[in-house]
């Protein structure tokens, strides 16, 4: 079971900032920007090498989900979503997620 998942079943505790039922934000552990919260489907994909056309509306879901919490954490001057697939992507958490990351200027390209 990934720490995600944890999350999503209350066994470990999280700075939860939204959730409905088909996903939960909550502030990353290791914040790389004053605002960093990951978006996460409540249904355990592992990545986005594992999703499917079925998933579409929830992938859809999950970036709006992203929109609406860059508003409501005041992102007013922009934000950047990231999604790390895979071991050359990054990805050390296997199970799908978004990063949402605002409150300063962020470079590019990425590392
Ligand atoms: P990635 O490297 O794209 O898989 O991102 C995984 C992210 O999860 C990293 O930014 C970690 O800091 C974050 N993370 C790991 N464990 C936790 C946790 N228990 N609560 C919040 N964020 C976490």
Redesign the pocket.
């Known amino acids: 079971m990934t ?1 995600f998942q944890k ?1 999503i079943d209350r066994q ?1 505790p ?1 700075d939860i900032v939204y959730e409905d039922d088909l996903c939960l934000a ?5 914040p ?1 920007a004053p605002t960093h919260v ?1 978006i996460i489907p409540r249904k355990p994909l592992p990545s986005l090498a594992h999703a499917n056309d079925e998933d579409q509306a929830l992938l859809g879901h999950l970036l709006l989900v992203a929109r609406t919490l860059a508003v409501q954490l005041g992102l007013a001057d922009g934000y950047r979503t990231v999604m ?1 697939c895979g071991r050359d992507g ?4 296997d199970h799908l ?1 978004i ?1 949402l990351l605002g409150g300063r200027a962020l470079g590019w390209p990425p590392g």
Do not use: T
């Open positions: 720490i999350i470990i999280a909550f502030r990353d552990v290791h790389q990951l790390n990054g990805q050390s958490v997620h990063h």
